[in-house]
């Protein structure tokens, strides 16, 4: 069954990440979480599932955007897909990893040993590179000072405490 087109609306830009990054709850441009939204149809599959775009309105200031769904489709706003949020790292690969220890000041020695043992994103929020692990483990065996320069990025960014 077809209703329409899926369409699109409104800003189509960079604020609509960070509208999705507030879970569709706060307007990129004034602030206010006085978000109105309304779906649109564009059609229904045999087994049930429809698709069609939902369009989002600002009740305080009118900034609207839209974003496609379907209900088959994982993540819903399946446009969405690919994106990370600012302080989601699962998706980082072993260069980014280095850029960010690079960035922070870490010393040069600990930023090769976590680019030579392939530490990426997805490895630092599973939690495996504890304390016990990077001062133990032959691989790694960390100084105690090198652990203290970690602990403040691993708090702050990964909220663990070495």
Same mark, same amino acid.
């Given at each position: 069954?077809?209703? &329409?087109?899926?369409?699109?609306? &409104?800003?189509?830009?960079? #604020?609509?990440?960070?509208? @999705?990054?507030?879970?569709?709850?706060?307007?990129?441009?004034? &602030?206010?979480?006085? +978000?109105?939204?309304?779906? %649109?149809?564009?059609?229904?599959?045999?087994?049930?599932?429809?698709?069609?775009?939902?369009? $989002?309105?600002?009740?305080?200031?009118?900034?609207? /955007?839209?974003?496609?769904?379907?209900?088959?489709?994982?993540?819903?706003?399946?446009? /969405?897909?690919? @994106?990370?949020?600012?302080?989601? +790292? #699962? &998706?980082?690969?072993?260069?980014?990893?280095?850029?960010?220890?690079?960035?922070?000041?870490?010393?040069? %020695? +600990?930023?090769?040993?976590?680019?030579?043992?392939?530490?990426?994103?997805?490895?630092?929020?599973?939690? +495996?590179? /504890?304390?016990? $692990?990077? /001062?133990? %483990?032959?691989?790694?065996?960390?100084?105690?000072?090198?652990?203290?320069?970690?602990?403040?990025?691993?708090?702050?960014?990964?909220?663990?405490?070495?």
């Amino acid at each position: 069954m077809n209703f &329409g087109e899926q369409f699109s609306s &409104g800003d189509q830009g960079e #604020s609509r990440k960070a509208f @999705w990054e507030s879970g569709y709850k706060k307007c990129p441009k004034c &602030g206010k979480s006085e +978000i109105s939204s309304k779906e %649109h149809g564009a059609g229904c599959r045999m087994n049930g599932d429809g698709y069609g775009t939902e369009v $989002f309105t600002c009740k305080a200031c009118s900034w609207s /955007t839209s974003f496609q769904y379907d209900e088959a489709a994982s993540p819903y706003y399946y446009e /969405t897909r690919d @994106w990370k949020k600012r302080d989601d +790292i #699962s &998706g980082w690969g072993v260069f980014e990893v280095k850029e960010w220890l690079e960035k922070e000041g870490v010393g040069a %020695h +600990i930023v090769a040993k976590f680019f030579k043992e392939e530490v990426d994103g997805e490895v630092l929020q599973r939690g +495996i590179l /504890t304390r016990e $692990f990077m /001062t133990g %483990h032959p691989k790694w065996k960390l100084s105690d000072d090198d652990m203290e320069a970690l602990k403040p990025l691993f708090k702050s960014r990964l909220k663990a405490n070495l």
